[in-house]
C-alpha cells in the first residue's frame, strides 16, 4: 500500500481566531493589488481556464487570481478541512462567483482529478506545511495541462531582507544578535519537528526546473506594512484596528506559544535563553498594548514571500 505523507502544521484550524487570522488577514497582506494584476499577466490567465486552488482554505487565492479566468472558467478549491471549504463557498457567493465555483475534499499528496485537468494550478502558503511539499508539486503538475501554469507562492525567510522597526524599543546589537539567534532556532526547530519550513520557497524554483516546467520565474511580494500616528488615512486606520485586535487577543500559554517553545527548544535553545526572551516578549507586549491605547505606536515591518511559476512542457489548448 502507497504510504501516504502527513501534513505537519500544527494549527489549529478549528479555531475561529486563528482562522480569520491565518486564513484571511495573512493571506490578504501578503500582495499589492498592483502585484495581484501583475502576477495574472505572468501566468498568462484569460476567460474560460480551469484553476486549481491546492489547499484553498477561505479561497482566497482562489477568488484573486479566478477572476482573471471568468467568465467561461471553472474554479476549483481542494482542502483536507470540510469547514474550510464550508466558509470557502460562502465567501465566494458573497462575492458573485459561487456559480463558477466547486469545493473538492482532498489531499494535496493525492489529488483526485485525472491527467491534465486545468490549465491553472497552485498552492497558496501551503508547501510550508507540507512533509513533502515535493510530492504535492509532483501532484499539482500531474493535474495542469500541456502548455498550463504551475504556481506556488510561499515563505522564503532566506530569500532577502526581512523584518521591521517600531518605536517601542532601541535594542543593542547585542540584543539584536540575541534576537536573530532566536529567530533561527526557531525556524531550524520547526523544520526538526516536521512542522514547518519558512525557507522552502527558496527551494521552488530548482524544484520547477528539475520537472521540466519552461520560463521558471519568480517575484517576492513587494507589500510592507506601515502604522504611524495619526493614522489618517483608511489604510492606517485598518492596520491600527487589526493591530488592536491582534494585541487584545493574545494570551500566554494559547498553542501559539506552546509551539513556539517546542520549536526553540528543538532548535537547541537552552532554558536560561528561553527564560530571557519570554520576559523581553512580555515587556514587548505590554508596550504594545499601552502604545496601541495612548495612539502613539508606529512600525513598519515587511515579511517574505515568494511567488514561483512556470509552464508545463508541451501546447496549451485554444
Sequence with gaps: MKRQPTDRSPIDYKNPKVRREILTRQRRDIWTPEQVESLARHFRLRPGMKVLDVGCGHSYALRTWGRYCLPGGELVGLDREKSLLATALRL??????????????????????????????????????????????????????????????????????????????????????????????????????????????????????????RDVDARSNERVRWLAPPYRSPAQRTLLRSTRERVRDFKPGEYTDQSWLDQVRAGGAGETAIRRCRRGSRRDRERWARAVRAGTLAFAYAGQFWCVWGFKPGKQRG
Design 92 to 213: 465566494c457567493r458573497r462575492e458573485g462567483i459561487a456559480g463558477s465555483c466547486r469545493f473538492v475534499e482532498g489531499s494535496a499528496y493525492e489529488l483526485p482529478f485525472v491527467d491534465g485537468s486545468f490549465d491553472f494550478t497552485l498552492a497558496h502558503v501551503v508547501f510550508c506545511h507540507l512533509a513533502e511539499p515535493e510530492a504535492a508539486l509532483d501532484e499539482m503538475l500531474r493535474v495542469t495541462r500541456p502548455g498550463g501554469c504551475v504556481a506556488v507562492f510561499d515563505n522564503a525567510s532566506a530569500g532577502g531582507p526581512a523584518g521591521g522597526w517600531n518605536n517601542l524599543r532601541r535594542p543593542t546589537l547585542e540584543q539584536r544578535l540575541f534576537d536573530h539567534e532566536m529567530y533561527l532556532r526557531m525556524h531550524n526547530g520547526a523544520r526538526r519537528l516536521r512542522q514547518a519550513d519558512f525557507d522552502v520557497g527558496c527551494r521552488l524554483p530548482g524544484w520547477s526546473e528539475q520537472r521540466g516546467l
